[in-house]
Every structure is written in C-alpha cells, then in structure tokens.
C-alpha cells in the first residue's frame, strides 16, 4: 500500500512515539500504578476511586506532570513529584521484571526504515530515566538518530518540542503515535504526514485527524 501524497513520499526524516507505537507497556504500567495507590493509602492519602485498568492506560502517553495533576491535583506539586519518583522506580522494577515488551514488528520495521536511509526520531512524553533503561535493554541505538524525551525539554507539549527543535520547515516529516497529543503535532502543518497508530492506547477520536490508521506496525513497510 503505496500512498500517493507527496509530504509522505519526500519524507526522510519519521518521528516515532514510544508507548502505545513502539513499546506495550500496558502491563507493567497497571501494576505499577496499583501499587502507588497502595502506597497513597499506606501514607494516609485518599484515592478519588478504584481506577479500571482502561483508566489506568489512559494515562500512558502523558507527561508525568500532567498524569499527576489530573490524578491528584490536592497534593501539593512538591508531594506530586515525589510520588512520581516512587512510581517511576515501580515502572523500572517492572520493566526489568520483564513485565512490557516492543509490539510484534518492530524491529524488523524499523530495520527495514533504517534500509531506506530514513531519519528516525525518537519524541516520547517520558523521564530522561525511562527512556535511557529503554535504549540499553532493547539497543534502540542501533535504529534512533535522536531521542527527545519531555523531561529534557521542561515536559512541553510534543508539538512545542518538535517546532522548536526539530522541524527545518523546508522538510517534510512523518509522525508515528497512538495518542492525540502525537497526532497535534501534524495541525496546521502542511509539511507533517500523520499515523494514528489503532492498536495503540487511546481511542479512536484521538486519531480522527491522522492521515491514516495503521492497525500494526508493520504496515510501514508497506507505506513507505
């Protein structure tokens, strides 16, 4: 499935997502998250309600600032951040617990991209941390250009990252992601080609603006 439409064919350079996209991290993330409320409760703090493992995912793709100021806006922010430490040491433990794995494809897409010369990016709404024990325990180096994680970036918004300090405005991109706020990145952008990623972690109206809908990775290689 060839596409005929020339900001995706005079793509080089493919800004990828990570959870949802490249990552399933649904599993370890759930547990993770149970076990901070647990901890919440242990410490005395209330919990606004028993969150469903969908609520739970729903919170997979934003920045951690963001997560915990929906999730407990009555803490203060210094309480906020230290909560989020301690869940990111729950997530690290899952992930080398082996709890999370890349999707099917992956790596044979992204080896095939790197075949065609692509460009590939790397823009995740994660710690410096996070993203670091995923480039060592998966070798993401091998594929990845670049790696922009929010943290190092103040946890702006995806769009603010990549019209700040990635996009050359004389080049076409392509953006890869299961979650509006990668989709964002493509408005009012006549140089952005955009793919909502279905077999992801948001819903189907987070991708309504996409370009297109793949419902597997691998549809890439096909595309492009």
């Known amino acids: ?10 793509a080089n350079t493919i800004i990828f997502d990570y959870d949802g996209t490249l990552y399933n991290s649904s599993i370890g ?3 993770s998250f149970r076990k901070i409320c647990d901890i919440l409760i242990g410490d005395g703090i209330k919990i606004p309600k028993q969150y469903s493992d969908n609520e739970i995912i729903k919170w997979l793709g934003v920045t951690p600032k963001d997560m915990w100021a929906e999730f407990m806006p009555q803490l203060s922010e210094k309480d906020r951040k230290n909560y989020s430490v301690k869940l990111g040491e ?8 082996g709890d999370g794995a890349l999707y099917d494809g992956v790596t044979e897409t992204l080896q095939y991209l790197k075949s065609k010369n692509k460009v590939l990016v790397l823009l995740s709404n994660c710690t410096n941390k996070y993203m670091t024990m995923h480039k060592n325990k998966f070798s993401l180096n091998k594929y990845f250009d670049l790696f922009c994680c929010s943290e190092d970036f103040g946890y702006m ?8 300090y990635i996009e050359n405005p004389n080049e076409n991109y392509i953006v890869v992601g299961d979650r509006y706020k990668d989709i964002e ?8 080609f955009a ?3 279905g077999y992801g972690f948001g819903n189907i109206s987070e991708l309504e603006k996409s370009d297109i809908i793949i419902e597997n990775i691998s549809e890439l290689c096909d595309i492009l």
């Open 1 to 10: 499935m060839k596409i005929n439409n020339n900001k995706i064919i005079n």
């Open 195 to 197: 793919i909502g990623c």
């Open 90 to 97: 729950l997530i690290a433990r899952s992930i080398s617990n």
């Open 29 to 31: 993330y759930i547990k």
């Open 185 to 192: 990145i493509s408005e009012n952008k006549k140089n952005v």
């Open 157 to 164: 918004s995806k769009s603010e990252i990549f019209s700040g």
